[in-house]
């Protein structure tokens, strides 16, 4: 009777199956230490059973999940009692046979673990709610606080029923924070369609109750300031007006621009208005001694200057010092 002999790949796989029984056996005698570690002496380790398990594509000689299987749980040690169990027929008993499996492991059948594949996907980043400033509410948003507060409590007793707005309140389907954050982006005019509603509020029902919320703002909220309002200057920016122009030692001189007419002001061209401003020329510096302009009291050009005082001046003034009569008497160097 000849003795089949085995393939070159199964006395590799015996091979690396004693290697991984080897290396199961030291790293239980490797686990066991004498005495008790200390708190910060512990480290973690990785089971050698699962190290081998994860890493058995990269195993050289294994290749394969299931011997894993087979060496940790000893499943290769199992014996099939069939044929005592039923000794009637050659096949033995059907349900004690321990039946060959189709599927050896995810390695050797890929095509079967295709629906088992995990591909981890960063979900879309949310945009950003935006930055309200601080306000002060006006009679609109208390006029949208109370119409949406009258369609809150309404549509939480049509969905949910009377009896759950009597026990549970209002806020069962929106929230008082939520409901105050609507008249805060209501107020900015940063709510216009239920996309929006849904940025600012990240409110769950928003594509379900988006529209009637929406309809509501649009109803109560405070209408767009329009950009062609007219805001008053202030007194220290306006034109310069005889009711308004300050009494001056000096007129100023103002050269009349042609006043653009009413249909051709526009955004486009608001910005030329102020090519047209009146020109003002800047004062001049007035004597407070000789009255006269180009010079003050202190400049030597004044004719009234302590230096063109002559000596008989001096000495016709009683309170004046002969010594100063001397000084001025000395050229002038």
């Excluded at 894993?68 to 096949?91: K, Q, R």
């Excluded at 935006?130 to 369609?151: I, V």
């Excluded at 900015?188 to 769950?204: A, F, G, V, Y």
């Amino acid at each position: 009777m000849s003795v089949p002999q085995r393939s070159s790949d199964a006395t590799s796989l015996d091979s690396s199956l004693e290697v991984l029984l080897e290396a199961l056996k030291t790293g239980e005698n490797g686990n066991e230490k004498e005495g008790l570690p200390g708190k910060w002496q512990w480290k973690k380790e990785l089971d050698l059973g699962i190290n081998y398990l994860i890493n058995a594509a990269n195993r050289a000689g294994l290749k394969c999940c299931r011997k894993v299987f087979d060496i940790c749980f000893d499943n290769s040690t199992a014996e099939s009692d069939h044929l005592l169990c039923n000794s009637n027929t050659s096949e033995g008993c059907a349900r004690c046979c321990i039946p060959t499996p189709t599927v050896c492991c995810d390695l050797h059948n890929p095509q079967d673990f295709s629906s088992f594949s995990f591909m981890q996907s960063n979900p879309p980043a949310q945009p950003q709610r935006s930055r309200l400033p601080k306000y002060t509410r006006k009679r609109s948003d208390y006029n949208l606080h109370e119409a949406l507060q009258d369609w809150h409590e309404d549509k939480t007793a049509a969905v949910f029923g009377w009896a759950a707005l009597n026990d549970l309140g209002p806020s069962l389907l929106m929230t008082n924070a939520l409901l105050d954050c609507i008249i805060d982006c209501a107020h900015h005019h940063k709510i216009h369609t239920t996309q929006d509603l849904r940025k600012e509020t990240s409110w769950t029902d928003s594509e379900k109750y988006g529209e009637e919320v929406i309809a509501i703002i649009r109803h109560h909220a405070a209408p767009l300031p329009s950009p062609f309002n007219t805001i008053p200057l202030r007194s220290g920016t306006g034109l310069l007006t005889a009711a308004n122009t300050p009494m001056l030692s000096r007129t100023y001189t103002i050269h009349p621009q042609p006043s653009p007419s009413i249909n051709s002001l526009s955004m486009s061209n608001a910005t030329s208005i102020g090519n047209h401003l009146p020109s003002v020329q800047k004062q001049c510096i007035t004597c407070g001694n000789c009255g006269q302009e180009g010079h003050n009291a202190c400049n030597r050009a004044c004719p009234r200057h302590p230096s063109h005082t002559t000596n008989m001046d001096l000495a016709n003034k009683e309170n004046v010092c002969h010594c100063l009569c001397q000084v001025h008497a000395l050229p002038f160097i």
